[in-house]
């Protein structure tokens, strides 16, 4: 258990179809990131949100649609999504300090557009 | 890009110690370097990090050459369970950048 939970933890849709993933964190961070590993690729950055702003996005495309409403919750929201977009999609949260941040990456949500 | 080199595999047998290599030679002053590990299918574990003095915590030790140009991580008794890829990252975190760039990293397989 990291203290960052993602739900769900498999997800297959269609291309057509809309939805969203959830990351909850509870270690009091206050930057939270989302990243993309396609199968047998290095893991992707795809988002970084410091208290709640938006500071990095990495040429994601607008299918994928980031949310962060407050410092603990973080969202991706997908719409028309292609099958090429089927991979693990890892949350993780640090406390932006001085120089020596951990990451704590959830478990992942494994999903499939069929 | 990422901006350390290690190898893509090793073998290890079990009750051994694991040394795992890694280069980054461009390392800056400020950048930290930091280790992970994913276990097939889950998401990545922070193992340890340095600046430029060895490390030591209960999962494994860092130690970092003096130049800071490579280092190496020790898991001191392998287990089966410490089958993972190992990510090997030099970032630098403060501000508004922060990030972890992920390479390939090195398959550790832990042999009975």
């Known amino acids: 258990e990291t203290g960052v939970t993602q739900t769900p933890r498999h997800l297959v849709m269609g291309m057509t179809n809309k939805k969203s993933l959830k990351c909850e964190q509870h270690l009091g961070h206050n930057a939270m990131y989302w990243y993309k590993q396609s199968a047998k690729k290095p893991l992707e950055l795809m988002f970084v949100?410091?208290?709640?702003?938006?500071?990095e996005n990495n040429s994601v495309p607008s299918r994928f649609s980031p949310e962060c409403p407050n410092s603990s919750h973080l969202f991706l929201h997908l719409h028309t999504l292609q099958p090429e977009d089927s991979a693990l999609y890892l949350c993780?949260?640090?406390?932006?300090?001085?120089?020596?941040?951990?990451?704590?990456f959830g478990s992942g949500t494994q999903l499939s557009v069929l | 890009d990422a901006k350390t080199t290690q190898p893509p595999s090793m073998d290890c047998a079990e009750g051994r110690a694991a040394n795992l290599p890694c280069n980054h030679s461009t390392i800056s002053g400020n950048e930290y370097v930091y280790w992970y590990r994913q276990i097939h299918s889950q998401g990545p574990q922070y193992i340890i990090h340095g600046l430029k003095n060895n490390e030591t915590n209960e999962m494994a030790s860092l130690i970092i050459t003096e130049d800071r140009k490579s280092s190496t991580l020790i898991l001191p008794h392998a287990t089966l369970r410490d089958t993972a890829v190992y990510y090997c990252i030099v970032s630098y975190f403060g501000g508004a950048t922060n990030k972890l760039i992920f390479g390939t990293g090195t398959l550790l397989a832990v042999q009975p």
């Open positions: 993780a949260s640090s406390q932006v300090g001085t120089g020596g941040e951990k990451l704590f």
């Open positions: 949100y410091n208290f709640k702003e938006q500071t």
